[in-house]
């Protein structure tokens, strides 16, 4: 029933999950003490199964991890991972200014890693210092996807041992390069640090540095949408006059209505995006997270019977006015 075609849009070629901010910690501690991190990815994945939707792929952009600690990041893919597979989804993994590449890359990516920083990375005991130190983990961690013609371009954007964003001159000519081949069905830039401008002067600091220069690259490219994290909250922008999708954090959201000059984190407003892409646009949509008293509800059955109408009957039945 949900691939028929009831309006005048056929079913969306592909269907992408993009979730933000997980902010997992080592042993499921409760981050700050008082959030459950484990819990609303749960809750959000288990809703999304219940809908029926079954993703082409699962983008997660980065901050996955609260301190880039190996257990941390094996208890998420658990849960992702799971999920993915009853789906067969793709799952694609992007740095944030929280993780650290080496636990990243070991753990998350499956990726060998030589010296200490893999011994580390195995033992969980990985930390800002040591990731510093390692001219390994100096590399970003840039990957390319393909969902049958639909590239997927993770972009990482993290500066480690800080919480603002860059992209490096090498990233820019990588990134350029991968871009001079047009994919069949374009492309989706996924990054942590969102280029767009928020209403909160302190996450403003954090922001990308130097965004005209990403700019220039993506101008004229075949980039059809950029999905970031990072600000704690859901919003839209443009960016080198593509569209910018922020999904707000499954941890906890920042709180736009707070007094002025103040940055309150709240227990509530937790969302999961979703995707639909079709041959000429891409629609993004939030599902709230949690259980909400319901308003009103139309049934399975009487879906079924508008189903078996014909298009102009069923348009008669539901949108006449009683």
């Not at 954007?157 to 820019?172: C, W």
């Not at 959201?253 to 007094?259: I, Y």
């Amino acid at each position: 029933m949900a691939s028929m075609q009831w309006g005048q849009y056929a079913p969306a070629d592909k269907i992408l999950v993009h979730l933000s901010d997980t902010h997992f910690l080592a042993d499921a501690a409760a981050l700050y003490g008082t959030v459950d991190t484990d819990t609303t990815v749960h809750r959000a994945l288990e809703q999304l199964h219940r809908s029926g939707i079954r993703p082409d792929a699962l983008i997660i952009t980065g901050d996955v991890a609260d301190r880039g600690e190996a257990d941390a990041y094996r208890r998420i893919r658990g849960i992702v991972e799971a999920v993915a597979a009853q789906w067969q989804a793709k799952v694609i993994w992007v740095m944030g200014n929280h993780d650290q590449r080496a636990a990243f890359r070991s753990v998350l990516l499956g990726q060998d890693q030589p010296g200490e920083a893999a011994r580390a990375a195995d033992q969980g005991t990985v930390d800002q210092g040591r990731v510093d130190q390692d001219p390994v983990d100096q590399d970003p961690v840039d990957q390319v996807h393909d969902l049958d013609g639909l590239r997927i371009i993770a972009l990482d954007t993290s500066v480690p041992g800080y919480h603002h964003g860059e992209v490096t001159d090498a990233q820019l000519e990588w990134l350029r390069t991968v871009l001079s081949t047009p994919a069949r069905h374009g492309s989706i830039l996924a990054l942590h640090h969102p280029p767009i401008p928020t209403p909160l002067p302190l996450m403003s600091l954090l922001e990308l540095q130097e965004q005209p220069r990403l700019a220039a690259v993506l101008d004229g490219s075949d980039v059809r949408a950029i999905l970031g994290g990072h600000l704690h909250y859901a919003t839209q922008g443009l960016f080198a006059g593509i569209p910018v999708s922020v999904a707000a954090a499954t941890c906890y959201t920042m709180d736009l209505s707070a007094p002025e000059r103040e940055l309150t984190g709240v227990k509530g407003g937790r969302t999961v995006n979703l995707l639909h892409v079709y041959a000429d646009q891409i629609t993004h949509s939030q599902v709230p997270i949690g259980a909400f008293d319901t308003a009103t509800h139309f049934p399975a059955d009487y879906v079924d019977r508008l189903a078996i109408l014909s298009p102009e009957a069923r348009l008669e039945a539901f949108s006449r006015q009683q």
